[in-house]
């Protein structure tokens, strides 16, 4: 299978899916308490696929802006000012990891 949803590399497509995704993985799991399940293997691998790609990582905003974006929104669950505050102050970090399993692994 290819690696991007268009191919063997990146679309506008991929460009569209791959920030919400990143976006969903990050803001809910702060905001709601969501986290993408191990066993979604295909979206890992595709996730990984993104985020070994200079194109996508360069343009990537850090995990705190996305939270503060979408916390900042009147259609989601607010986080405290105290919190608010934390992550604003914080050293910019970038959620690029993925679970081992989702990894692609080929045996010669």
């Known amino acids: 299978p290819s690696p991007y949803l268009c191919g063997d ?3 506008h497509l991929d460009c569209e ?3 919400k995704l990143h976006h969903l993985r ?8 969501f986290s993408i399940l191990n066993s979604y ?4 691998r595709y996730l990984h696929c993104g985020y070994n790609s200079p194109i996508f990582t360069k343009s990537c905003p850090p995990d705190q802006e996305i939270v ?6 009147p259609d989601t669950p607010s986080i405290s000012q105290e919190d608010h505050s934390m992550l604003t ?3 910019p970090r970038f ?8 990894i692609p692994v080929t045996i010669e």
């Open 17 to 19: 899916i791959l920030p």
């Open 26 to 33: 990050v803001a809910a799991g702060v905001l709601k308490g």
């Open 41 to 44: 293997s295909g979206l890992w």
């Open 9 to 11: 590399s990146l679309s």
């Open 95 to 102: 959620s690029f990891d993925v679970p081992a399993m989702a």
């Open 89 to 91: 102050r914080e050293t």
């Open 68 to 73: 503060l974006h979408w916390a900042d929104r």
